[in-house]
């Protein structure tokens, strides 16, 4: 079962190189302990621009969606962030995730700009699956109608 208030957000497109990154699409789900349904907002950019665009915003049955939500949650609970933060995605997919909850706070990130360098830690190959999995789950409920 998953926290009863959460909030996460996945962003296609972090890694820059000269210049800080151009995300192509961004994703935020939250759930509000008084609320029963999860709110998608997503933004994604068309090719050539550079500028989000907002699509319009959903609502999902948070019951509905609690198994792969909580499958999200536990797969972070497991996996590595990068250290120092922003040093380098260690995931290999330009992708971030942040998820926000009473019981846990992970996001993972990459260089941006002139910055970044080496990690830390770095993530197993078993590691980075899971971690593939969870962006897919992301997808997947932004995805929904």
Same mark, same amino acid.
């Given at each position: 079962?998953?926290?009863?208030?959460?909030?996460?957000?996945?962003?296609?497109?972090?890694?820059?190189?000269?210049?800080?990154?151009?995300?192509?699409?961004?994703?935020?789900? %939250?759930?509000?302990?008084?609320? %029963?349904?999860?709110?998608?907002?997503?933004?994604?950019?068309?090719?050539?621009?550079?500028?989000?665009?907002?699509?319009?915003?959903?609502?999902?049955?948070?019951?509905?969606?609690?198994?792969?939500?909580?499958?999200?949650?536990?797969?972070?609970?497991?996996?590595?962030?990068?250290?120092?933060?922003?040093?380098?995605?260690?995931?290999?997919?330009? %992708?971030?995730?942040?998820?926000?909850?009473?019981?846990?706070?992970?996001?993972?990130?990459?260089?941006?700009?002139?910055?970044?360098? %080496?990690?830390?830690?770095?993530?197993?190959?078993?590691?980075?699956?899971?971690?593939?999995?969870?962006?897919?789950?992301?997808?997947?409920?932004?995805?929904?109608?």
């Amino acid at each position: 079962m998953p926290p009863s208030e959460y909030s996460f957000r996945l962003q296609k497109g972090i890694v820059g190189g000269f210049a800080p990154p151009t995300p192509d699409y961004v994703h935020t789900v %939250t759930k509000a302990s008084n609320n %029963t349904n999860l709110l998608v907002a997503s933004a994604f950019r068309q090719d050539g621009t550079r500028q989000l665009q907002d699509a319009l915003p959903k609502s999902l049955s948070a019951t509905d969606h609690d198994a792969l939500v909580d499958e999200l949650h536990s797969i972070l609970k497991e996996l590595p962030m990068e250290s120092p933060p922003g040093s380098e995605d260690i995931y290999g997919l330009n %992708t971030s995730i942040a998820w926000g909850s009473e019981d846990l706070e992970w996001y993972n990130g990459g260089p941006q700009g002139c910055g970044g360098g %080496t990690s830390d830690v770095q993530a197993t190959d078993e590691q980075k699956a899971k971690f593939k999995r969870a962006v897919d789950i992301v997808n997947e409920l932004a995805s929904k109608e």
